[in-house]
């Protein structure tokens, strides 16, 4: 840790993907009062972040069709969870599909905010879309709940499913993780640990993810997107230092904390990359595709320049549609 690898092939595009998009500065110029500031209390944050998904969920058109949704109340040898099964419709005389693969899937907000609801489209339409089974993950939150409590989750998440993959009708080979921002950084310490455990992940999708909180290694890195965006919309260099201090894990250089900076990538599976031009963790996803690519790891990435952190909330922008587009493209090459 602490040396500046040379740039490689996504990291020394950076500069590709930075250039302000029209048409998101024109949108957010007129929706000013709809685009959220994540810094504040935690109570409030929350309540802002589940007022914009939910504003973009009910702008976009419903998908209650071609799959059953259930909530379980799950109690874990570390504490009581719910998780939420989409489960595909099936095309059998007897209703239901043959085995098919499945997806953990962890929601973003610092792991500090979110829920099932917020992420609640996503994993309708990757049901629906592939045909797989989905598992939203509602984790426990820091500050109440800092680290290592959302990890254990993610993990006692992935033996529920295994556990009940018969009833779910889910093949155990084609097991995915998934998630978005510190939801994305869950999945990938549970494909890099799933590795080291001899388990069985047959991929990855890591959207716009969490990958290193060590501000010494981002300069060592020569990963500069953390204070050239620090002021970005929706997400801020201030509103990573407060989530970084709700979760509050004791070793921020810890790869179960910054799996950028774990010693190797031998075994991880492959891995499906959305990343945004315009979004302080840019450098440091772009980083870790170089890196997978590096260990020889199978690396999809689409970067949507010109735009923040997570702007597919706003289902008014052409690119979000284009982001719904590839994310079904990228979770097919993982099955493939």
Not at 2 to 24: H, M
Not at 190 to 215: D, E, F, M, N, Y
Not at 246 to 262: F, K, M
Not at 285 to 294: N, R, V
Request: glycine share 8%; hydrophobic share 40%; aromatic share 8%.
């Amino acid at each position: 840790m602490g040396s500046a690898p040379p740039a490689t092939t996504w990291l020394s595009r950076r500069l590709e993907f930075a250039p302000r998009d029209d048409e998101w500065e024109a949108f957010y110029e007129a929706n000013k009062d709809h685009v959220p500031s994540l810094e504040g209390p935690v109570a409030d944050v929350r309540q802002i972040m589940y007022n914009t998904k939910m504003r973009g969920q009910g702008k976009a058109a419903p998908i209650d069709r071609g799959l059953t949704v259930t909530d379980h109340d799950v109690q874990t040898p570390h504490a009581n969870i719910k998780l939420r099964t989409y489960v595909p419709n099936g095309s059998s005389n007897e209703g239901r599909l043959e085995s098919v693969p499945a997806m953990l899937y962890f929601h973003g907000g610092g792991f500090a905010l979110g829920d099932l609801d917020g992420e609640d489209r996503t994993c309708r339409s990757l049901c629906v879309g592939r045909k797989i089974v989905v598992v939203g993950v509602d984790y426990r939150l820091a500050p109440e709940n800092p680290y290592p409590a959302a990890l254990n989750d993610s993990w006692d998440s992935l033996d529920w499913l295994l556990q009940h993959a018969a009833e779910l009708n889910v093949d155990k080979a084609k097991i995915l993780v998934g998630g978005t921002s510190a939801g994305a950084n869950l999945a990938a310490v549970l494909a890099q640990q799933a590795a080291s455990c001899g388990i069985t992940i047959h991929g990855q999708l890591l959207r716009i993810p969490v990958v290193c909180q060590s501000k010494k290694e981002l300069l060592a890195r020569e990963l500069y997107s953390m204070d050239e965006m620090h002021d970005s919309p929706i997400l801020s260099r201030g509103a990573m230092e407060q989530f970084l201090d709700w979760y509050n894990p004791p070793n921020i250089e810890d790869p179960t904390v910054s799996p950028l900076l774990a010693s190797t990538f031998t075994g991880v599976p492959r891995a499906y990359f959305q990343l945004c031009g315009r979004d302080p963790l840019r450098d440091e996803g772009l980083a870790y595709a170089d890196a997978l690519e590096a260990a020889g790891v199978p690396v999809r990435v689409n970067v949507y320049s010109g735009v923040p952190h997570a702007f597919w909330i706003f289902p008014e922008m052409t690119k979000t549609q284009v982001a719904a587009k590839e994310l079904q493209s990228g979770v097919q090459w993982l099955l493939d």
